[in-house]
């Protein structure tokens, strides 16, 4: 019952993070038509942000699933858009000048380079979402049941906490010498 359970709230989060994918990555298009980097307020959502917002939304809708689903449809899309911007923007930065100094033009880049190695990184992101989503709600159906008194002040402590790391990764991130790239 209780694998039953975790495996029906695991592909119902997988099916709305693969719909915030699809919308987030005809974002990223849009986006990358229009202007060449995605704005600031669009990429400050990295994995411990998402942690918090989680937490944070299930501790406000413990009883409305569908307010709670569409909270997290949105979260989703902030942390898909997040990271594939922060992909391409990386990509774009590092090997942009070699393709284009070997004839390809920057739409033939877009298409054939960045979308090829970003398929890894959006189903990164799906599972990674999807799993952590399913964690934090069985978690707190069984703190709320378990410690009915107390869950509020759990479910906060976690949500802090992640807030916390995302702000301290989010400083981090952007201090980092631009010239040093991890790929």
């Given at each position: 019952m209780l694998v039953s359970d975790i495996v029906h709230i695991f592909l119902s989060f997988l099916i709305i993070t693969v719909l915030a994918t699809v919308l987030s990555v005809a974002s990223v298009f849009a986006f990358q038509r229009q202007i060449r980097k995605p704005t600031f307020f669009l990429l400050f959502m990295n994995i411990a942000f998402a942690n918090g917002f989680i937490f944070l939304s299930s501790m406000l809708f413990t009883d409305n699933y569908r307010l709670h689903n569409l909270v997290l449809f949105l979260i989703a899309?902030?942390?898909?858009?997040?990271?594939?911007?922060?992909?391409?923007?990386?990509?774009?930065?590092t090997f942009r000048m070699l393709f284009l100094s070997m004839g390809y033009t920057r739409q033939e880049f877009f298409k054939k380079y960045l979308i090829v190695q970003g398929k890894w990184k959006l189903a990164d992101c799906i599972l990674t979402f999807s799993a952590i989503a399913t964690v934090i709600r069985f978690l707190s159906?069984?703190?709320?049941?378990?410690?009915?008194?107390e869950w509020l002040q759990i479910m906060l402590l976690f949500t802090v906490i992640c807030l916390t790391v995302g702000v301290s990764r989010w400083f981090g991130d952007s201090s980092v010498n631009k010239l040093s790239k991890e790929e």
């Open positions: 899309y902030l942390y898909v858009y997040g990271s594939l911007g922060r992909h391409m923007s990386r990509y774009d930065d159906d069984h703190l709320k049941y378990f410690y009915p008194d």
